[in-house]
């Protein structure tokens, strides 16, 4: 399939249970109004949000504004390294990225409190049950790979360094610990991101 031609692409990027869903949603439903302002998104809730894999699957009619919801565990993996971004990217028209920074400590206990929230449900039938216990496995996996500073640290580096070698017109950081609160993004700093994520001497590839 050709890929789709964008014209306004934001990418909202974070590791497995980063909060971009739950972003994404504040933002469509108008409580984000600075960060919206931020990114130049008018009118959020007429803007389709899709993840990269959904995205893959449209048809090739042209997107006009486009929110994508990227997992950055998901995207990596398998030698993957964010190739499926490199096509949408060179598409759109603008490209703007918003990079959620998170310590290794918040992304466990998120994933955990996720896994945790998969199997507090009411009795299902065998199919569904099983489809849950995948996703139990699959949130357990998620915290497993978060369980050192040194593989979430790498992870943003790579994304870092990723997005360095692309036409990207900003790119911004968020520092999401505290999602109660939404504070105001800053341009990329390896600095900001470094103490976002809990590293205080870390520099990112693709300054």
């Known amino acids: 399939?050709?890929?789709?031609?964008?014209?306004?692409?934001?990418?909202?990027?974070?590791?497995?249970?980063?909060g971009k869903?739950?972003?994404?949603?504040?933002?469509?439903?108008?409580?984000?109004?600075e960060l919206c302002a931020q990114l130049d998104i008018v009118a959020p809730e007429s803007w389709l949000?899709?993840?990269?894999?959904?995205?893959?699957?449209?048809?090739?009619a042209p997107i006009d504004k486009l929110?994508?919801?990227?997992?950055?565990?998901?995207?990596?993996?398998?030698?993957?390294?964010?190739?499926?971004?490199?096509?949408?990217i060179l598409k759109a028209v603008k490209t703007t990225v918003l990079t959620l920074c998170l310590t290794p400590e918040t992304l466990k206990k998120r994933n955990a409190f996720k896994a945790?929230?998969?199997?507090?449900?009411?009795?299902?039938?065998?199919?569904?049950m099983r489809r849950k216990i995948r996703v139990v496995l699959q949130?357990?996996?998620?915290?497993?790979?978060?369980?050192?500073?040194?593989?979430?640290?790498?992870?943003?580096?790579?994304?870092?360094g990723y997005l360095g070698d692309h036409p990207i017109e900003q790119h911004w950081l968020l520092d999401f610990n505290q999602s109660d609160v939404i504070p105001k993004a800053c341009d990329y700093d390896p600095k900001v991101l470094g103490n976002s994520i809990g590293a205080v001497s870390y520099v990112a590839s693709g300054n």
Request: with cysteine.
């Open 67 to 88: 929110i994508l919801h990227y997992d950055l565990n998901f995207n990596s993996r398998d030698g993957r390294n964010f190739s499926n971004l490199d096509a949408p």
């Open 1 to 18: 399939m050709e890929t789709l031609s964008i014209n306004r692409l934001i990418i909202i990027a974070a590791p497995s249970g980063g």
């Open 49 to 60: 949000s899709l993840t990269a894999k959904e995205l893959a699957q449209q048809a090739e």
């Open 116 to 128: 945790r929230g998969v199997v507090n449900i009411p009795w299902l039938d065998r199919a569904k």
């Open 21 to 33: 869903s739950f972003l994404i949603d504040k933002m469509r439903h108008g409580d984000c109004p």
């Open 139 to 160: 949130r357990l996996e998620k915290i497993k790979s978060l369980r050192d500073h040194g593989s979430v640290f790498v992870l943003y580096d790579r994304w870092c």
